[in-house]
């Protein structure tokens, strides 16, 4: 009964009611008493009446006092609260951050009588929990914490709007563990939204005691639940810029930025501590086919596996940053002596063994890895990442899957690569490519029956530079796409321009880099050339190496049945030095396959290379394919592949490379059915 009193005269509504019935409380109580005391008093008619007219002026008198003093009690209640309340917005609007939510939830506590505030942002998987931003419990800042929303009033503010609970919220959310344990009785809270209209976070306002002054509560929180919101929209905002000014957004990991900085301060302690800090320059290996595969997005989640492989690896105090597409750097502070930097890239290597699972498929990838050491290979942090760069490129040289610590004379290199680099990609400008040929024989007849096109890159100023010099570079760079279509094209002109002069038309053979077969639009680029040059695709011939085609069987079946349906021929370069599936093998739509010349070289000394010779050859006859052996160089070595029936070879005993004018002068030699031996008509139109 009391509170129901107690609700019916709080309010400023019902401020005049409650005036007006002080005063007749007043009137009654006035006229009662005064009425009594005159008859008690027994007074003469004369003194009765002078009495009443008395009477009547005290009324009127202490009435208009009264009356006075209610009206200015209540003025003045409502000045201080509006005061109060301008006080509070204006001290609320002047902060910004961690002491505007600090202060807001202190003065709705003061200002509600309440023993808790709080204001959150919702957080979690699908925003299931709520993480505080500020906290004021009983009088002081506390410390910010997480809960989960399920089951408390929170839900229903974030799912329903503003909510009031006057009394009994424990009853209403049985399941809350937060009200149970703040023993709360009431509870009053507010959603709040983003600029999209999302809401971000609860503001709540919550007592131990059943709360009267709801209709203040209510105001107070929608008035302030748009700057909350706004301060809280602002506060995320600074976190993504800042996350973004450190980190890399697709790993979580540090960016170049800040792992500079942290690389400074590292210095700084290890010329304290005596240490040896190292710097790791880190390159996913195959990563590029796999992303040019398999697509970005697949890609994208593959890097992310590494950097959780990668954290794993490594200890708590050590660095892993994102330099940029699939590179990696690596801070080791705390490093005794160098052996300990090669320990530590061994274990990341080795854990690089394990399968990485994506998108349902199993990714195999390995990592090549350079070291430099502070303050021995530089005393920035910028000498120190060339110089890891320049060791990662030397571990590239060295078969990839390993590491390699800097080595001063590698700076010379360095700077000679980076300088041949700048001019490779000019050449294709300058027209300073070229393409030579060397043929292909019959081993029955001594027919040319072929001829592979080999890139030539002639620099003015150095001749010719050898391809083993720039193939790599081209590779490491992408310039191989472009130079790869320009060789595709060059050939197939070239070998088009000699049928249509009515030379003997021959079969010309183009290697096809790892970059290129890789290209998602390779099958319709060799279409495009060949409807372009008008060369027929039974005179094209493609070869890939063996090792390439392994590294995704699957795809490359696919791939090579495309090119197949176009009609060209297809070969497997260097096979024997790879590691090939019979399986996969019977699959490919493969017509010839090309022995090395590291098998070919000692044929007559080695019987290991005279074994593997006879099983290729034998492999290839009995699944329907032509067999090329590559660095034939003497007569012994031609006449014991003839009696290994090898169909085709090619090397430098019969013809080195040479120009396409002078295969021009041969094919025409060809084409008149000379009976001379074919291979003397190349030396005598050189």
Not at 132 to 156: H, I, K, M, R
Not at 222 to 248: G, H, N
Not at 521 to 526: A, F, M, N, Y
Request: hydrophobic share 45%; net charge negative.
């Amino acid at each position: 009964m009391q509170s129901k009193v107690r609700r019916f005269f709080s309010g400023k509504k019902r401020l005049p009611l409650k005036i007006a019935l002080i005063y007749l409380l007043f009137g009654i109580g006035w006229i009662a008493l005064s009425d009594t005391l005159l008859q008690a008093m027994a007074l003469s008619p004369d003194w009765h009446h002078t009495s009443q007219i008395l009477k009547g002026w005290g009324f009127v008198l202490f009435s208009t006092l009264l009356l006075y003093l209610v009206v200015e009690y209540y003025r003045r209640a409502l000045v201080r609260s509006e005061t109060s309340f301008d006080e509070l917005v204006q001290g609320v609007s002047a902060t910004t951050g961690e002491a505007f939510f600090s202060l807001l939830t202190q003065s709705l506590c003061q200002a509600l009588k309440a023993d808790y505030a709080f204001i959150g942002e919702l957080c979690g998987t699908q925003d299931k929990r709520v993480r505080t931003v500020a906290v004021y419990a009983e009088g002081q800042d506390l410390d910010n914490f997480e809960f989960d929303l399920s089951g408390t009033p929170c839900e229903q503010v974030v799912a329903r709007g503003f909510t009031c609970f006057p009394s009994g919220v424990r009853e209403h959310f049985p399941q809350g563990r937060l009200a149970a344990e703040l023993g709360v009785e009431s509870f009053v809270g507010i959603p709040l939204f983003d600029a999209e209209g999302e809401v971000i976070g609860p503001m709540m306002v919550l007592s131990r005691k059943p709360m009267h002054n709801l209709g203040l509560a209510a105001k107070m929180l929608k008035v302030f639940s748009v700057r909350a919101a706004a301060e809280l929209q602002r506060a995320r905002s600074e976190k993504t810029i800042e996350f973004m000014a450190f980190y890399d957004p697709l790993t979580g990991l540090a960016n170049k930025r800040l792992f500079q900085d942290r690389v400074k301060q590292t210095f700084a302690w290890a010329r304290r501590n005596h240490r040896f800090p190292a710097v790791l320059f880190l390159d996913l290996d195959r990563f590029r086919c796999i992303n040019d595969t398999l697509g970005h997005t697949a890609g994208d989640a593959l890097l992310q596996e590494v950097a959780r492989r990668l954290q794993k690896t490594l200890r708590k105090d050590d660095t892993v940053a994102r330099h940029g597409g699939d590179e990696f750097l690596i801070l080791l502070p705390n490093i005794r002596q160098a052996e300990d930097a090669g320990f530590v890239a061994g274990k990341i290597i080795e854990s690089f063994q394990a399968p990485f699972q994506v998108d349902g498929f199993e990714l195999h990838l390995a990592a090549s890895i350079g070291i430099a050491i502070y303050p021995l290979d530089g005393e920035d942090c910028d000498a120190l990442l060339k110089n890891a760069d320049s060791a990662l490129h030397r571990a590239k040289e060295m078969g990839r899957n390993n590491y390699q610590f800097y080595l001063t004379e590698m700076n010379e290199s360095a700077l000679q690569r980076l300088g041949l680099e700048g001019q490779l990609r000019k050449a294709l400008e300058r027209d300073e490519l070229c393409l030579y040929f060397q043929p292909q024989y019959d081993l029955d007849g001594r027919r040319m029956v072929g001829l592979e096109a080999l890139l030539r890159w002639r620099h003015p100023e150095r001749g010719l530079v050898p391809p083993d010099e720039f193939i790599p570079l081209a590779e490491e760079t992408g310039l191989i796409l472009a130079m790869g279509e320009w060789v595709l094209r060059e050939a197939c002109t070239r070998a088009q321009a000699w049928q249509a002069a009515g030379l003997a038309p021959m079969r010309v053979a183009v290697n096809i880099s790892a970059r290129q077969f890789h290209q998602y639009d390779l099958v319709r680029l060799v279409r495009l050339v060949l409807e372009e040059t008008g060369l027929e695709p039974h005179f094209l011939e493609l070869e890939i190496t063996e090792s390439l085609i392994m590294q995704d069987a699957e795809g490359a079946v696919h791939k090579l049945s495309q090119l197949r349906d176009l009609g060209v021929q297809i070969a497997i370069d260097d096979f024997g030095t790879g590691y090939s599936s019979l399986s996969y093998l019977k699959k490919f739509p493969i017509q010839t396959l090309k022995i090395d010349r590291t098998f070919v070289q000692d044929l007559s000394r080695n019987p290991d290379d005279s074994a593997i010779v006879d099983a290729v050859i034998a492999l290839a006859h009995s699944m329907g394919m032509e067999v090329v052996a590559e660095g034939v160089e003497t007569e012994e070595q031609m006449r014991l592949l003839h009696d290994k029936s090898c169909n085709r070879v090619q090397g430098y005993l019969l013809q080195a490379p040479v120009p396409s004018d002078a295969v021009a002068r041969i094919l025409l030699q060809a084409s008149l059915n000379q009976p001379q031996d074919q291979s003397s008509l190349f030396c005598s139109a050189l």
